[in-house]
């Protein structure tokens, strides 16, 4: 079953004395349930607009767009109670505390006070609760941000830069946090991230945005393995003799700072007997997989 | 961050899906609205702001003893003699007539109540009351406008608006449910503040002046009291829905400042057919027992110092004032409903 399906929507947006900026063009998206969902695009592609037409802040133009199996914005009431939302910056009231704005909101939907104080202890803002939240740093209102976003303890997570302004171990708990989420079985985690590394590590599937438009989709290791090479890192006791040798046999090579590039080897065997006949003994050999930071750029550089 | 993050264990049933409804809503909104610090401020400071006064009222008014009314009377008749007689010296009112004329000008009845003439006059529960009861609604009523509008733009400028329809995304659902919240807060917030000065104003009567009552008197109390009620649960709707269509609590502010400073004036002037539409015409029609009566130019011109003829002035009553504020409060609130619900929040 699918918890979030996008087809053809387009979305312009349309300001006074503005040109008109369009955000999401024809964008097909396609999030099955489990796991963890990377959301990746350059700034501008329309991660954070699709985010908002799923959650009905922002209005399509045309298309259609379901959340839970249910047509969004029509039905959205009857699913909302088992999405959480982080969208961008944290919104709360500066002059409420993290506790109050919390039950504030749980209050709306009916769940209890515990529940709230669960959700603080969690994020580990349960000293600080009472504190204004005008007085959190940027990382603190961010976990206040995700302690909002779980109260309901939904099905369907959708985390917008949720390590915005988080320190390094911070943005390891969030992580931990997310694959824990991911893998219990009940929650689908939809993650929009920069962090191109990070979502590599913990995303099960990915989909790539680039000027408004899907331009891959699929769990990581299928989408990297599209942009797969036989590239291999090759170090040696003589470089220069041993990259004149490959070149003289016809292959591609690339410096990698203190090792060569060798590209296109289809077989490294047939690579290491070519350079022990000419008395080269390789140190080291070791192919190079294709990263999501490359395929993105690949892809987003192939759109614009 | 020192402390591990780990997802709440889900102790007890799962929660309930979407809310469980208005109910839920109308409490946080009034814990919102009721929570909120400058919202407290203001009404701690209006507070603080009428005990002065009144404590201030009770060193203005007094109760006169027998001497200081004797001593008022007599100063009052040795006035008016003396006026009479300046009045009977003047050679340009014919002998004839000098008695008749100088009697109607020159009597007690001229010169005002003896209380005039005391150096402090007692507080008058038949007049006083029902005036302090309308000098309460205005300022009721601008109070009420400053809550309505800082509790809309507020939830703008911080953008929580955003975060709580993550939890209910009925905007029109959540837009009656904050009007609903806010109108029962200021009628109650309004009729206390009635009630209290109707006690308030009832002690300084009984310290420093005369609780003596005509017929009707209570009824009409009431009524100005009720409609100053009306009054503040309007403009605070009006503060609230400017607000809501401007997005920001001070340029609603400013807004209604320009209007009321600028705007209004500048009609009386340049256009007083135009007066029986302006707010603050209707609003003392609302408040005035018996609305209020506006000069109205003759459609061929009018003279400025013409005498005022009857077909002329146009009475502006209670329900015509109260009906003007509540149309124009509708239009306000429907463009802000209508807009809330259509617009990209980004």
């Given at each position: 079953m699918s918890v979030i399906e996008v087809h053809g929507v387009h979305k312009t947006y349309r300001r006074l004395r503005k040109p008109p900026e369009k955000a999401l063009d024809g964008l097909d998206l396609t999030v099955d349930e489990g796991g963890v969902h990377g959301f990746l695009g350059p700034n501008g592609s329309g991660k954070t607009t699709t985010i908002r037409i799923l959650l009905g802040l922002v209005r399509a133009d045309s298309g259609a767009a379901q959340l839970l199996g249910r047509p969004v914005p029509q039905h959205l009431p009857a699913v909302v109670g088992e999405v959480g939302a982080l969208v961008e910056n944290p919104l709360f009231?500066?002059?409420?505390?993290g506790r109050r704005n919390l039950r504030l909101l749980a209050q709306t939907a009916g769940l209890t006070r515990a529940r709230v104080d669960e959700c603080l202890e969690a994020v580990g803002l349960r000293d600080r609760?009472?504190?204004?939240?005008?007085?959190?740093s940027l990382g603190m209102k961010q976990r206040l941000a995700i302690a909002a976003a779980l109260l309901k303890r939904p099905r369907l997570l959708i985390l917008d830069e949720?390590?915005?302004?988080?320190d390094p171990g911070g943005i390891r708990e969030v992580r931990e946090l997310i694959r824990r989420l991911g893998s219990d079985g009940r929650t689908t985690v939809f993650l929009s991230s920069h962090l191109l590394a990070e979502v590599q590590q913990v995303c099960d599937a990915v989909s790539i945005l680039a000027r408004g438009r899907c331009v891959t989709t699929g769990p990581v290791s299928e989408v990297l393995a599209t942009r797969a090479t036989n590239d291999v890192r090759l170090k040696v006791p003589d470089p220069g003799a041993a990259r004149d040798a490959l070149q003289g046999a016809g292959l591609q090579v690339t410096s990698m700072g203190d090792a060569w590039r060798v590209h296109g080897v289809a077989d490294p065997a047939a690579l290491t007997r070519l350079l022990a006949d000419r008395g080269h003994y390789v140190t080291e050999l070791s192919p190079i997989a294709a990263d999501l930071e490359s395929v993105f750029l690949d892809l987003t550089a192939d759109a614009s | 961050m020192s402390h591990a993050l780990t997802e709440p264990t889900a102790a007890g049933p799962p929660p309930p899906v979407g809310g469980t409804g208005r109910g839920s809503l109308a409490r946080a909104e009034l814990h919102r609205l009721t929570a909120r610090r400058l919202i407290r401020w203001l009404v701690v400071l209006s507070a603080v702001g009428f005990l002065v006064v009144w404590a201030i009222s009770l060193t203005q008014f007094a109760r006169p003893s027998p001497e200081l009314l004797e001593q008022a009377r007599q100063q009052q008749a040795d006035i008016v003699a003396e006026q009479r007689m300046f009045c009977l010296e003047?050679?340009?009112?014919?002998a004839a007539e000098k008695e008749e004329i100088c009697d109607l000008e020159y009597s007690e009845e001229e010169f005002g109540?003896?209380?005039?003439?005391?150096p402090k006059q007692p507080f008058d529960a038949a007049g006083g009351l029902p005036g302090g009861a309308a000098g309460v609604s205005v300022a009721v009523a601008a109070l009420t406008f400053l809550i309505g509008a800082t509790y809309a733009g507020a939830e703008w400028s911080t953008k929580s608006i955003v975060a709580l329809l993550f939890w209910e995304p009925r905007r029109l659902r959540v837009f009656l449910t904050k009007l609903a919240v806010l109108l029962g807060a200021v009628a109650v917030l309004a009729a206390l503040a009635q009630l209290v000065w109707l006690g308030a104003g009832s002690l300084l009567a009984r310290l420093?002046?005369?609780?003596?009552l005509p017929n009707n008197f209570w009824s009409d109390l009431a009524g100005i009291q009720g409609r100053g009620v009306v009054l503040a649960v309007i403009t605070a709707a009006l503060g609230f829905g400017l607000a809501n269509l401007i997005r920001n609590t001070g340029a609603a502010l400013g807004v209604a400042f320009g209007y009321f400073v600028l705007v209004e004036n500048a009609i009386r002037a340049v256009r007083p057919a135009w007066q029986p539409y302006l707010i603050g015409e209707n609003a003392a029609a609302l408040l005035t027992k018996g609305g209020i009566e506006v000069f109205l130019p003759p459609p061929g011109g009018v003279s400025d110092f013409g005498p005022f003829e009857d077909e002329n002035l146009l009475l502006i009553s209670n329900q015509r004032g109260a009906l003007t504020l509540a149309v124009y409060c509708l239009v306000v609130l429907l463009a802000g409903a209508v807009l809330f619900r259509r617009r990209d929040l980004t």
């Open positions: 009231f500066p002059t409420f505390s609760a009472d504190d204004l939240s005008k007085n959190y949720p390590s915005n302004g988080l | 003047d050679p340009g009112i014919p109540s003896v209380e005039v003439f005391l420093r002046g005369s609780f003596e």
